[in-house]
């Protein structure tokens, strides 16, 4: 059985788990919170970092709080992929924003980078880049088109954890970016997320929006400011902002900061099978696109076809070996439901092949050179 993630808490990780939970009598946000988020600061190379329960809890905090800090009037723009994860855009709906979806390239799986600039207008305030299956987007190219029209970059950065872009990682283009540490991710806390940013202002106001939009969750530092602004509000229950509880606990916490330990290792790995990858792909030739992209981190191994029965033959095949699969993210999100009334489907062309004709497969750490022979196999046998 090929799964799409195993357990990836190692033995280690438990213990420490164990011994903190026999140590503590504190449960909540507290010190271990903070130690994580100093700790994935100093690995992603950025100045802050907000601990949540989520990725989409992030991608929801980062864009709620951007508009907040820039005063972004309801109904502006936000261009968006068409192919991406859904609680992406639901993000963008929930804070009162439009999304404007642009096709998706079938290289780096980001966005058509020429219907990107088309898609600019006098209403758009943002562009909201998915870094995605761990490719790298063109950054350079996105930051560029985002000076030319002044516009603000979000990364989405929960499939990609270590990427670079132009040596770069990724994460620290725009001006905030939101990871995701759920269990089929590069590292886990089981459930969990994190929201970056190197403006203290950001930081602050995703500080507040996480816990109710409490002050007290601000730096002390901060504490005396406000207490003397409002005298008449016990400062224990000043509000400062309107916020979520998004808060995680020092248990997430203390898995955080373990399996931040084993990052960079994973991260080999994962590229490590990805190259194998490529050259075992290969033989399909023409059969497949190429998608890939330098720096990348790889999330999974995905099988994009030119021929839909092509991908329906192998995702049969690796069902029938026990291999499990799923679409590439979740397709084109023009075609979802929920986002119906935003589009037609048909207008992504690009979208549309990845939804038809494409799956991936699993890819972490617990993937060796027999699975991969494995599926060498697998792929001279239907092919
Ligand atoms: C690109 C992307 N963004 C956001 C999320 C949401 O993360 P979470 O599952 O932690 O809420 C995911 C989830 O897999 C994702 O793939």
């Not at 224990?236 to 931040?260: D, K, M, P, S, V």
């Not at 935003?342 to 799956?359: K, M, Q, T, V």
Request: aromatic share 10%; charged share 25%; net charge neutral.
């Amino acid at each position: 059985m090929w799964k799409l993630q195993e357990n990836i808490l190692e033995a280690d990780d438990k213990k420490k788990l164990s011994e903190f939970i026999a140590s503590t009598e504190r449960f909540t946000q507290f010190e271990k919170v903070k130690l994580f988020e100093k700790a994935w600061s100093e690995w992603q190379g950025c100045k802050y970092s907000v601990f949540v329960n989520s990725g989409s809890s992030a991608d929801l905090v980062m864009l709620d709080g951007l508009k907040e800090q820039h005063k972004i009037p309801d109904g502006s723009e936000v261009l968006v992929p068409a192919a991406t994860w859904t609680t992406n855009i639901t993000s963008v709906i929930q804070t009162r924003l439009q999304p404007v979806f642009v096709d998706i390239n079938l290289q780096d799986l980001s966005f058509d980078y020429a219907a990107l600039e088309k898609a600019v207008t006098p209403k758009t305030k943002i562009i909201l880049v998915t870094h995605l299956i761990g490719f790298p987007a063109a950054m350079a190219r996105i930051r560029a088109l985002a000076e030319r029209h002044g516009l603000l970059v979000l990364e989405d950065c929960c499939e990609s954890h270590g990427a670079v872009s132009g040596g770069k990682k990724i994460g620290n283009h725009g001006v905030a970016s939101a990871f995701s540490f759920y269990w089929g991710h590069h590292i886990t806390t089981i459930e969990g997320g994190m929201i970056c940013t190197d403006s203290e202002e950001l930081n602050d106001i995703f500080t507040l929006k996480r816990s109710h939009g409490l002050a007290r969750e601000l730096d002390p530092s901060k504490h005396a400011a406000y207490k003397a602004k409002y005298p008449d509000i016990d400062f224990n229950f000043l509000f400062l902002t309107h916020g979520y509880n998004f808060r995680n606990t020092e248990l997430h916490a203390t898995i955080g900061i373990e399996q931040l330990k084993h990052l960079d290792r994973y991260i080999k790995i994962r590229n490590e099978n990805f190259v194998r990858f490529l050259e075992l792909s290969a033989a399909l030739g023409d059969r497949i696109y190429r998608c890939g992209a330098d720096g990348a981190s790889s999330f999974c191994l995905p099988f994009i076809f030119r021929d839909k029965a092509d991908k329906d033959r192998l995702q049969a095949k690796c069902s029938e070996r026990q291999i499990e699969t799923r679409p590439v993210i979740s397709g084109n999100l023009l075609r979802q439901p929920c986002f119906r009334a935003y589009g037609d489907y048909a207008a992504f062309p690009n979208a549309e092949i990845l939804h038809r004709n494409g799956f991936y497969i699993g890819n972490n750490q617990f993937v060796d050179a027999k699975r991969l022979d494995l599926l060498q196999a697998i792929l001279k046998e239907v092919f």
